[in-house]
Antibody, heavy 122, light 107 residues
């Protein structure tokens, strides 16, 4: 069965960096676009970034553009989110999610991980 | 960016009730709209994609309709496991955007 498992969250000081990982199993990882979505405590969902299946197309939310980088390692079925210049408002549970469509970005997210909490605080 | 507005923000309903949630986009998204269910402490779950297609494994009491700017999620007969928060999301253009959510509570 499809599984996505995030890791790498924790408490980090403002201005510092953190890298999140998402290990996938149960599907052909290299064939699917992948997304990061976050949810601040008690708040709604905010889409963060997407990476196409071939790794050539990346899109970001304005709130993270220039600070966050999405990447993938198909040999290890792993999605990454490199976060730098972190701010208090980046505090959230970060979910990785698989795009519904194989080979292109449909932007409907059919499988989600359990999330990893990032807390930005001094 | 496309703004997504859901209404109501919360609804109280009883088992067996028909529940309708509305989502409005600030511009035409055609049928590029998805609906998700989220329970406390859990990840969201895809219910509906491209406005009206039921995701595999989702009960048929859930249905979606609409196109352009106005969309609806309907639960035909509310079950105990349906008490949750529901989000719409436009899939038309980046950045992807979600509605603010509708919490379905027990009356």
């Amino acid at each position: 069965q499809v599984q996505l498992v995030e890791s790498g969250g924790g408490v980090v000081q403002p201005g510092r960096s953190l890298r999140l990982s998402c290990v996938a199993s149960g599907f052909s990882f290299s064939h699917f676009p992948l997304h990061w979505v976050r949810q601040a405590p008690g708040e709604g969902l905010e889409w963060v970034a997407v990476l196409s299946s071939d790794g050539t197309n990346k899109y970001y939310a304005d709130s993270v553009k220039g600070r966050f980088t999405i990447s993938r390692d198909d040999s290890n079925n792993t999605l990454f989110l490199e976060m730098s210049s972190l701010r208090a408002e980046d505090t959230a549970v970060y979910y990785c999610a698989r795009d519904w469509a194989r080979g292109y970005i449909s932007s409907s997210l059919d499988y989600w991980g359990q999330g990893t909490l990032v807390t930005v605080s001094s | 960016d496309i703004q997504m507005t859901q209404s109501p923000s919360s609804v109280s309903a009883s088992i067996g009730d028909r529940v309708t949630i509305t989502c409005r986009a600030s511009q035409d998204v055609s049928s590029w709209l998805a609906w998700y269910q989220q329970k406390p402490g859990k990840a969201p779950k895809l219910l509906i994609y491209v406005a009206s297609s039921l995701q595999s494994g989702v009960p048929s009491r859930f249905s979606g309709s609409g196109s352009g700017t106005d969309f609806t999620l309907t639960i035909s007969s509310l079950q105990p496991e349906d008490f949750a928060t529901y989000y719409c999301q436009q899939a038309k253009s980046f950045p992807l955007t979600f509605g603010g959510g509708t919490k379905v509570e027990i009356k």
